[in-house]
């Protein structure tokens, strides 16, 4: 077992309290985003509501991963702590440093080589701090934290932009910087600008040609390559339902490129399902018992433009494959509508 299901198991015992607290502070329904960050607050229960978009806000992520470029100079600061142990489960994914140029085979023996000195501070600092180390070779990082560490309603920080792919377990997941991990490891509150909140319905479903990445395109799209700045995007309907759980981590991932700080779906039974065959039933069953929190209050998505800063509605149902760019992620362009665009660029 690689996850901390005591952590979990914590984590949910302290969330009704405190959504609680939060929901008579604000005075309103609660969407799913900030049940979780209120959830996560430094100070414990609320004490007053945050203006989104204007409140600076400590909060206490659950975890921390890193990759390996940027977790050298993150451990070489926490190494001046002057900590014995890293204060939240933390890990280390030895995945950006392999070079793609041959195959598989042979660019991880060249970077096992040409990297040796890096890999090796790395493993030593991370046996001795107790931190989780997974050698080159192991797994792309966002992909092993999906599958191995995230939990629904849990909040974590991450140095790698797509941190963002455990939204799709129903986790608040952000990409930062290596002073950011370095303060959370050492038990020092994390800081974040209250979020703005961006609502996504989903009615529909995907057809047989359609996959969850033309979703994440279709809103690129529409919000451009900045639209998400200062706000979490948060999916909800019942399209939403219907997609898998790895295919709501595939449209979460690509939230970055819309400059989300982070984007995330509720809780249901595909995470069940997903939780379940990775070998993490009892996390499941964890869930199962609070899905109620882990989704966002049902008068939220009867009257989205009330609590959402911007609504965007998308029938998958209608929903074409997409083809981005070139140049920009949010040149969108329908496959139905790619061979106009081909003959005439500026139209």
Same mark, same amino acid.
């Given at each position: 077992?690689?996850?901390?299901?005591?952590?979990?198991?914590?984590?949910?015992?302290?969330?009704?309290?405190?959504?609680?607290?939060?929901?008579?502070?604000?005075?309103?329904?609660?969407?799913?985003?900030?049940?979780i960050l209120y959830a996560?607050?430094?100070?414990?229960?609320?004490?007053?509501?945050?203006?989104?978009?204007?409140?600076?806000?400590?909060?206490?992520?659950?975890?921390?991963?890193?990759?390996?470029?940027?977790?050298?100079m993150a451990l070489l600061?926490?190494?001046?702590?002057? &900590?014995?142990?890293?204060?939240?489960?933390?890990?280390?994914?030895?995945?950006?440093?392999?070079?793609?140029?041959?195959?598989?085979?042979?660019?991880?023996?060249?970077?096992?080589?040409?990297?040796?000195?890096?890999?090796?501070?790395?493993?030593?600092?991370?046996?001795?701090?107790?931190?989780?180390?997974?050698?080159?070779?192991?797994?792309?990082?966002?992909?092993?934290?999906?599958?191995?560490?995230?939990?629904?309603?849990?909040?974590?920080?991450?140095?790698? *932009?797509?941190?963002?792919?455990?939204?799709?377990?129903?986790?608040?997941?952000?990409?930062v910087g290596g002073a950011?991990?370095?303060?959370?490891?050492?038990?020092?509150?994390?800081?974040?600008?209250?979020?703005?909140?961006?609502?996504? &319905?989903?009615? @529909?479903?995907?057809?047989?040609?359609?996959?969850? &990445?033309?979703?994440?395109?279709?809103?690129?799209?529409?919000?451009?390559?900045?639209?998400?700045?200062?706000?979490?995007?948060?999916?909800?309907?019942?399209?939403?339902?219907?997609?898998?759980?790895?295919?709501?981590?595939?449209?979460?991932?690509?939230?970055?490129?819309?400059?989300?700080?982070?984007?995330?779906? @509720?809780?249901?039974?595909?995470?069940?399902?997903?939780?379940?065959?990775?070998?993490?039933?009892?996390?499941?069953?964890?869930?199962?018992?609070? &899905?109620?929190?882990?989704?966002?209050?049902?008068?939220?998505?009867?009257?989205?433009?009330?609590?959402?800063?911007?609504?965007?509605?998308?029938?998958?149902?209608?929903?074409?494959?997409?083809?981005?760019?070139?140049? *920009?992620?949010?040149?969108?362009?329908?496959?139905?509508?790619?061979?106009?665009?081909?003959?005439?660029?500026?139209?």
């Amino acid at each position: 077992m690689v996850f901390d299901l005591e952590m979990i198991k914590g984590v949910y015992t302290r969330m009704a309290e405190r959504i609680e607290a939060a929901r008579k502070v604000v005075n309103r329904p609660l969407t799913l985003t900030e049940k979780i960050l209120y959830a996560h607050l430094d100070e414990g229960l609320a004490r007053k509501a945050y203006e989104k978009g204007v409140s600076y806000v400590d909060f206490n992520p659950d975890r921390v991963a890193m990759q390996d470029a940027t977790a050298q100079m993150a451990l070489l600061q926490f190494m001046q702590a002057g &900590k014995e142990k890293v204060a939240v489960p933390s890990t280390v994914h030895c995945d950006h440093l392999i070079q793609a140029k041959v195959g598989a085979k042979e660019d991880l023996e060249t970077a096992v080589i040409s990297n040796r000195e890096v890999y090796d501070f790395l493993a030593s600092v991370s046996n001795k701090y107790g931190i989780g180390f997974w050698k080159p070779g192991a797994g792309i990082i966002h992909q092993v934290v999906l599958e191995n560490y995230a939990f629904p309603g849990g909040m974590m920080i991450g140095t790698d *932009s797509h941190t963002v792919n455990a939204g799709g377990l129903v986790m608040i997941a952000i990409g930062v910087g290596g002073a950011d991990a370095v303060d959370v490891m050492a038990g020092m509150p994390w800081e974040l600008k209250f979020p703005k909140l961006i609502g996504i &319905k989903l009615t @529909g479903k995907l057809s047989g040609w359609t996959s969850a &990445k033309d979703v994440i395109l279709k809103v690129a799209g529409i919000l451009t390559v900045k639209g998400g700045t200062g706000a979490i995007v948060e999916y909800f309907g019942e399209g939403a339902q219907n997609i898998s759980c790895t295919g709501k981590g595939t449209i979460c991932n690509m939230g970055a490129e819309i400059g989300a700080t982070t984007s995330i779906f @509720g809780y249901g039974e595909k995470m069940a399902e997903y939780l379940r065959s990775t070998g993490r039933a009892e996390v499941a069953n964890e869930a199962d018992n609070i &899905k109620d929190h882990l989704n966002g209050d049902p008068e939220v998505y009867a009257n989205p433009e009330k609590y959402f800063d911007q609504v965007i509605e998308i029938n998958l149902s209608e929903l074409e494959p997409h083809i981005n760019g070139p140049f *920009s992620p949010d040149l969108a362009t329908p496959v139905s509508k790619f061979a106009e665009a081909v003959k005439d660029p500026a139209a």
